[in-house]
């Protein structure tokens, strides 16, 4: 790696913050089958620090990693997950919400808006924010400002997000390198480290988690395998998509939903039989 890459190398950083808090985050971060560090990131919200760097070692950017990261625990979750990202040239947010198209914006490294403003127009209305006063601060951020760079504008976006609860741990911040994140988020009281487990104990750790809760008529019964095989039916087209472009980030996304569609279907047929083997 060149001297020049290396310089950029170390530019380079990604958040995952997901609107749900770490109990319900963990299980689906098992999915994505990368080392992660889980801590909480105030109320109702959770943030994961990759504690890998595979945008170094792959054709994707950061990004586009990002982006397939984020469209995977959105599906897999449920819930909204925003992915921060930022480079040596730019940064950048990319939310996604269940099946729906993942939404984003950009800043170029000296604070230039390169985004459309209907972008947070829709991340306003996703994410359940003001119509009126969040939306004038998201507006003044797709504005010229020659006293804002790229990490203004970052910090005025979650500053927007302080209003839903959200708390950043100190040192995870936008614009920090990779290596600083992870340090940071080592040293947090409740860090969570989310490690690969094998799909079987990874998914049924998830299913557990859920049944529990008020959604459990979605893990089991009719409504189970009607989602279980939507998940099949989109993850397979979208894994082909992935292969012909090459993208690693999608192809994460793709084989979550074909592993939790095939495996949720198994989870209650599996169900079935203990419910009737009780009788």
Known sequence: ?????????LGVGALLLCRADPDATEPVAHLLRERMLLVPAGGGWSVLVPEGKPWLHGEEPVDRVLTGWATALAVGSGRPVLALWWDTDRCG????????????????????????????????ARLGLDPVLDMQSLEALTRPDTEADARA??????????RTGLALPPGLAPGEPADRLREAARVQRDLRKVEWAGWR?????????????????????PKARALAAAQVAAGLPLAAWAVRRRSGGWAVAAAVLVAQGALGLAYDRMRARDFAGTR
Request: proline share 4%; no cysteine.
């Open 201 to 221: 104990d990874a998914v049924r750790a998830e299913f557990d988690v859920v049944e529990s809760g008020p959604l459990g008529p979605w893990v089991r019964g």
């Open 93 to 124: 947010y990319t939310l996604a919400a269940g099946f729906r198209r993942t939404v984003g914006y950009e800043w170029l490294a000296n604070g230039t808006p390169v985004g459309e403003d209907e972008a947070m127009r829709t991340f306003a």
């Open 1 to 9: 790696m060149s001297s020049e890459a290396s310089a950029r190398a």
């Open 153 to 162: 504008r970052m910090l005025g976006l979650l500053a927007v997000l302080t």
